[in-house]
């Protein structure tokens, strides 16, 4: 029980972390656009978002398979639970196209070399529809939780 308790807590931790760095990423490109940050701001803030990420992903996946939840078969029956998921998958693909520019951008800037920012504003976009996602997933988790099915 105190394992149940213990993982939906960081579960829900990782949830707030990472809703607060995917909008603190989303308003640092669109500082970086404007010429009033630096991409170091961008790049802590990705760092968080990933870092919440993965312990969504492995929290979620301990409770939905690991038998730390209401098991296997409630959760693969629970149509939200299959919309969470392809919320979740939408939040993946979007993530592709930041993921790829923001390695080449550490890496410049380990090197010394200068950054190409000319998407910044795209990716300040697709950060915040992110975050959006990321509410939407609670709506569909809490119903999911709930047994809540339609019709
Ligand atoms: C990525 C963003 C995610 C968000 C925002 C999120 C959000 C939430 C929230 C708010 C709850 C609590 C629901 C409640 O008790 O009222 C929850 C529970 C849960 N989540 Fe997630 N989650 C995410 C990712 C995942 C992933 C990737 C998985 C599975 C692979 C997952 C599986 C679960 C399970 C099994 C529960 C327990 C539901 C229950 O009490 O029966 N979550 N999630």
Redesign the pocket.
């Known amino acids: 029980m105190l394992a149940h308790w213990f993982l939906a807590a960081i ?2 931790l990782a ?1 707030a972390l ?1 809703f607060w760095a995917v909008l603190t990423r989303g308003t640092a490109f669109r500082r970086l656009n404007a010429g009033l940050g630096e991409a170091r701001s961008v790049l802590v803030a990705d760092n968080l978002w990933g870092i919440s ?1 993965v312990i ?2 492995v929290t ?2 301990m ?2 398979f690991g038998g730390y ?2 098991g296997t078969d409630y ?1 693969l029956h629970q149509p939200l639970f299959h919309l ?1 998921m392809t919320l ?1 998958v939408f939040i993946l693909l979007l993530e592709i196209a930041p993921m790829v520019v923001l390695i080449k951008w550490r890496i410049a800037l380990g090197r010394g070399a200068a950054i190409d920012t000319g998407r910044a504003t795209l990716f300040a976009r697709i950060s915040h529809i992110e975050a959006l996602l ?1 509410v939407l ?2 709506v569909a ?2 119903g ?2 709930r047994g809540v099915t339609f019709g």
Do not use: E, Q
């Open positions: 579960h829900l949830f990472g990420a969504l992903l979620g996946a409770r939905a939840g209401k959760y969470k979740f990321l997933m609670v988790a809490t999911m939780a």
